[in-house]
């Protein structure tokens, strides 16, 4: 058995080398950006979900950026963030411009960390991401929590600045995190009231044969609050009906859009996965913004896709596609290749329920240009 095994992992390392040599080739000397590197990671059992939503965040340059700069600071206790920070710092600083990684330090914190994850079996990409910036933004959080309780003051007062208030936002905040205005209009009096509310990704609904437009335009359809569902009127002081709708009032600097993809199915008692067809363009401009918005004219471009292959959440695999530079490249766990832009189109989803085994975009990160 011993034998075996020895023999299965000379001949994946034959494989992944062999990989690396050809990406390099097809890139060629001359197109290989300067400082750049394209590592696989290696899959320590179905920790796809991870190792897409890593290869996404490394390239989304803004947080990539923030990591390393946190890996420069001096040492701290082990945390998610500072084996993500060394996971980031081992691809960016590797002698070779391609190869593989084990992300073994990062899984075992997460591991621990987090008994969801504690396991091998798939779980949702999405629900890691929400955890993985939640828990940097947290630790960040708490360790300038800490500084400011052990600073002083040039007087040699304690700083109490902020004591009460609500913490300062991170770097995590600056990129990723955008307001949203809930706005409703009672339909007796006119009177609009508005509720903000943080984001740091947008879930959408997903429905056969439409674009991403189509989805944004249905998270901000107006809505009527009637019968039971009536809103309570300040002005009119009962309850009245309304007009509500949800637009984006602060656009963030990279705005994550999930896809809503899987549905509960009361009849087979388990969730299903909803293959429709979205198409995601490599440009993109939010049109439901506030009146009070902030740059509203914002554009975005497409960096990075994570895609769900499969029939269902806990089964099937993740991979990620990325824009590197000038082109793009498709990441699916120690596997690195490049592909053409046209290649994208094949992960909108399908025209057919037919099937539901499909690879579809699951999880969109776009960059703002400024």
């Not at 001359?30 to 290869?55: A, K, M």
């Not at 591991?111 to 929400?130: C, I, P, T, W």
């Not at 994550?256 to 299903?272: E, G, I, P, S, V």
Request: aromatic share 10%; hydrophobic share 35%; net charge negative.
């Amino acid at each position: 058995m011993e034998i075996l095994m020895t023999v299965s992992k000379i001949a994946s390392i034959c494989t992944m080398g062999a990989n690396a040599s050809a990406l390099e080739k097809e890139i060629g000397p001359e197109q290989f950006p300067d400082n750049e590197h394209y590592f696989g990671l290696v899959n320590f059992g179905n920790t796809c979900y991870c190792n897409s939503v890593l290869q996404a965040l490394y390239f989304c340059r803004p947080f990539r950026e923030k990591v390393l700069a946190y890996k420069s600071q001096p040492r701290k206790k082990e945390s998610l963030l500072t084996c993500l920070a060394d996971l980031f710092h081992s691809i960016a600083t590797q002698k070779k411009k391609v190869g593989v990684i084990p992300p073994k330090k990062f899984i075992t914190r997460l591991r621990k960390e987090n008994e969801l994850f504690d396991n091998y079996m798939q779980q949702d990409a999405h629900e890691f991401l929400n955890y993985l910036l939640n828990t940097v933004a947290d630790i960040l959080q708490e360790e300038r929590k800490q500084e400011k309780q052990n600073g002083r003051l040039p007087n040699g007062c304690i700083d109490s600045e902020n004591n009460n208030s609500l913490p300062d936002p991170t770097w995590v905040h600056e990129i990723f995190q955008g307001t949203l205005t809930n706005e409703t209009r009672c339909l007796t009096c006119e009177t609009i009231s508005s509720k903000d509310e943080d984001f740091l990704d947008l879930s959408v609904d997903v429905e056969q044969n439409t674009s991403i437009t189509h989805c944004l335009r249905g998270f901000s359809n107006t809505e009527t609050l009637c019968s039971e569902y009536k809103y309570y009127c300040e002005e009119c002081r009962s309850k009245q009906e309304a007009h509500k709708r949800m637009k984006v009032k602060k656009l963030p600097m990279i705005l994550a859009l999930h896809l809503k993809r899987f549905k509960y199915m009361d009849q087979l008692h388990r969730y299903t996965k909803l293959s429709y067809r979205v198409v995601f363009p490599l440009e993109l401009r939010l049109f439901n913004t506030s009146g009070d918005a902030t740059n509203p004219d914002r554009m975005y471009d497409l960096v990075a896709v994570v895609v769900h292959c499969g029939s269902g959440p806990n089964r099937g695999h993740y991979i990620a596609i990325v824009k590197s530079h000038d082109f793009w490249l498709l990441f699916d766990d120690d596997i690195v290749e490049k592909i053409d832009a046209q290649a994208i189109e094949e992960f909108y989803g399908l025209t057919s329920d037919i099937s539901k085994n499909s690879e579809s975009g699951y999880i969109l990160f776009y960059q703002s240009r400024d």
